[in-house]
């Protein structure tokens, strides 16, 4: 077993590697009160976009990208948008998309694990450049369904043919 100490120093390291490629990638991140996690606010210059919460699970040694997107999924429109999300997360290769059935807030997330590994700062852009490929293949489709306005089957053909 890989010892704690020594997570530890790789997560710290990895922390500093993830701060050093969001600054590189011109966003602006800030550190939250929760260990390791950096937040960038998309809220006034993405579309679809909120924030992204980006963190480095010290304990396991994780990086978890999660690009939390605007808008909501009321009541009336929650398992519409609970099929779109099933039917999207089919399609995708890396990372998913996640919706929250009490709150009806959605999220595209991707993770790296890096144990007793170095988490180099391309292995972060790549995990940053999946999640946005996913956040403008789907979010349009997801938001218009999380609104009422399409159906789910209808969505995702529009979306993936």
């Excluded at 606010?41 to 699970?57: G, K, T």
């Excluded at 990208?65 to 605007?70: G, R, S, V, Y």
């Excluded at 399409?150 to 979306?159: N, S, T």
Aim: charged share 30%; proline share 1%.
């Amino acid at each position: 077993m890989v010892s704690e100490d020594r997570a530890r120093a790789n997560a710290a390291i990895a922390f500093q590697t993830l701060k050093r490629v969001l600054i590189e990638v011109g966003w602006n991140p800030v550190e939250t009160d929760v260990e390791g996690e950096l937040k960038v606010d998309f809220s006034q210059d993405n579309p679809h976009v909120d924030y992204l919460a980006a963190r480095i699970r010290f304990g396991s040694e994780r990086l978890v990208l999660a690009f939390n997107l605007k808008g909501r999924a009321e009541d009336e429109a929650r398992q519409e948008a609970m099929v779109f999300v099933t039917k999207a997360n089919d399609g995708l290769v890396v990372g998913c998309i996640e919706l929250n059935l009490d709150s009806g807030k959605a999220k595209v997330r991707h993770s790296i694990d890096f144990t007793e590994s170095t988490l180099s700062a391309a292995l972060v852009r790549n995990a940053i450049q999946s999640s946005m490929d996913a956040v403008e293949a789907y979010a349009v489709g997801l938001a218009a369904v999380m609104r009422g306005e399409v159906k789910a089957d209808d969505a995702i053909k529009a979306i993936e043919g």
